[in-house]
């Protein structure tokens, strides 16, 4: 069978078996869920969280947004967003494996009952591949994937992530929530189809997480999270050494590529300490004095390069609130 059919064919199957019974913890970590006002999580819908952080975010969903969720679950994520998009076929979900669509159906419906406020036709479910939406393009304000791309190998993370970009509105957001790895995976961990379906070795370092993001077009890119995940220790996986992987969270907005580069927020922070009330860059930032600036990469390199002991620069934090220079 033709390797690149097999790994996907792979994932299919692990998800295949976890819709028809719930695997409490999967793939991924336990991740703390939204409580919110009236918001009353199925039960069957909890032990259906294969995600490894979150995309939702109220930041995201202001405006009446269009969103698209690829890769269903248990329909977790799916009614979050609804709680914020209350209108029929505001939430899209899409997702190649016919069993989790129907148990997350049936999750929704059970949702249905259970909160007053939701309507089960406020999400769109639909059959279809993270490489080929079938979503028009330029219609959706928010797409958000949680713990599936990690397990596409480069050349199919490309297409699935040029496929979230094409179907966004210009300025849309691209919310994801994957494992990144800076180490370097064995190849026998990271060629093995069920690893990679459980999300354990196709992690990529996030530096190439980021250009590929960039690459593609996004203007911005902003690393909102970033956390321990698992390890791959000797001692249970065939590597040497022990393995680190951390779970982020990305926001990509399809802005247009500024003329120097895109502006990649990876937690960085400048503050101005000098004996006047502000700092000009001349590139449009001002720094007022003792007052904190998140900046992009590009903007603290460039006002770290100034050799000026009036002017802190942080590293970079992975971790990023808004309220940037850009």
Same mark, same amino acid.
């Given at each position: 069978?033709?390797?690149?059919?097999?790994?996907?064919?792979?994932?299919?199957?692990?998800?295949?078996?976890?819709?028809?019974?719930?695997?409490?913890?999967?793939?991924?970590?336990?991740?703390?869920?939204?409580?919110?006002?009236?918001?009353?999580?199925?039960?069957?819908?909890?032990?259906?969280?294969?995600?490894?952080?979150?995309?939702?975010?109220?930041?995201?969903?202001?405006?009446?947004?269009?969103?698209?969720?690829?890769?269903?679950?248990?329909?977790?994520?799916?009614?979050?967003?609804?709680?914020?998009?209350?209108?029929?076929?505001?939430?899209?979900?899409?997702?190649?494996?016919?069993?989790?669509?129907?148990?997350?159906?049936?999750?929704?419906?059970?949702?249905?009952?259970?909160?007053?406020?939701?309507?089960?036709?406020?999400?769109?479910?639909?059959?279809?591949?993270?490489?080929?939406?079938?979503?028009?393009?330029?219609?959706?304000?928010?797409?958000?994937?949680?713990?599936?791309?990690?397990?596409?190998?480069?050349?199919?993370?490309?297409?699935?992530?040029?496929?979230? /970009? &094409? $179907? =966004?509105? !210009?300025?849309?957001?691209?919310?994801? %929530?994957?494992? *990144?790895? +800076?180490?370097?995976?064995?190849?026998?961990?990271?060629?093995?189809?069920?690893?990679?379906?459980?999300?354990?070795?196709?992690?990529?370092?996030?530096?190439?997480?980021?250009?590929?993001?960039?690459?593609?077009?996004?203007?911005?890119?902003?690393?909102?999270?970033?956390?321990? /995940? &698992? $390890? =791959?220790? !000797?001692?249970?996986?065939?590597?040497? %050494?022990?393995? *680190?992987? +951390?779970?982020?969270?990305?926001?990509?907005?399809?802005?247009?590529?500024?003329?120097?580069?895109?502006?990649?927020?990876?937690?960085?922070?400048?503050?101005?300490?000098?004996?006047?009330?502000?700092?000009?860059?001349?590139?449009?930032?001002?720094?007022?004095?003792?007052?904190?600036?998140? $900046?992009?990469?590009?903007?603290?390199?460039?006002?770290?390069?100034?050799?000026?002991? +009036?002017?802190?620069?942080?590293?970079?934090?992975?971790?990023?609130?808004?309220?940037?220079?850009?």
């Amino acid at each position: 069978m033709d390797d690149a059919r097999n790994y996907l064919d792979t994932t299919r199957d692990v998800y295949r078996e976890a819709a028809l019974t719930p695997q409490t913890g999967l793939c991924c970590t336990i991740s703390p869920v939204w409580r919110l006002p009236d918001l009353d999580v199925p039960k069957r819908m909890l032990e259906m969280n294969y995600g490894c952080g979150s995309t939702v975010n109220p930041r995201d969903l202001v405006g009446d947004p269009t969103v698209l969720y690829v890769g269903v679950g248990g329909g977790l994520e799916l009614l979050q967003f609804a709680y914020f998009c209350r209108r029929p076929g505001s939430v899209i979900g899409v997702d190649a494996v016919a069993e989790m669509l129907t148990a997350c159906e049936q999750n929704l419906r059970t949702a249905e009952t259970q909160n007053a406020w939701f309507r089960s036709d406020f999400v769109s479910l639909r059959a279809g591949d993270a490489l080929m939406l079938p979503v028009a393009d330029g219609t959706i304000d928010v797409a958000a994937q949680n713990c599936l791309f990690n397990i596409f190998r480069e050349t199919d993370l490309k297409r699935a992530l040029t496929e979230m /970009y &094409r $179907v =966004l509105k !210009p300025h849309g957001r691209l919310i994801l %929530s994957d494992p *990144v790895c +800076d180490m370097a995976m064995p190849a026998t961990l990271r060629d093995d189809p069920r690893l990679r379906a459980l999300c354990l070795s196709g992690a990529i370092p996030l530096g190439d997480y980021v250009k590929l993001l960039t690459g593609i077009g996004f203007g911005t890119v902003e690393v909102r999270a970033r956390r321990p /995940y &698992r $390890v =791959l220790s !000797p001692c249970h996986y065939a590597t040497e %050494s022990l393995i *680190v992987i +951390d779970s982020v969270e990305i926001c990509a907005i399809k802005d247009p590529m500024p003329a120097d580069g895109p502006c990649v927020f990876t937690g960085r922070t400048a503050i101005y300490h000098g004996g006047d009330e502000t700092f000009d860059d001349r590139k449009g930032h001002v720094l007022v004095q003792n007052q904190p600036l998140s $900046v992009c990469d590009k903007t603290a390199t460039a006002l770290a390069a100034l050799g000026r002991n +009036d002017i802190y620069v942080s590293a970079s934090t992975y971790f990023y609130d808004g309220g940037g220079c850009c």
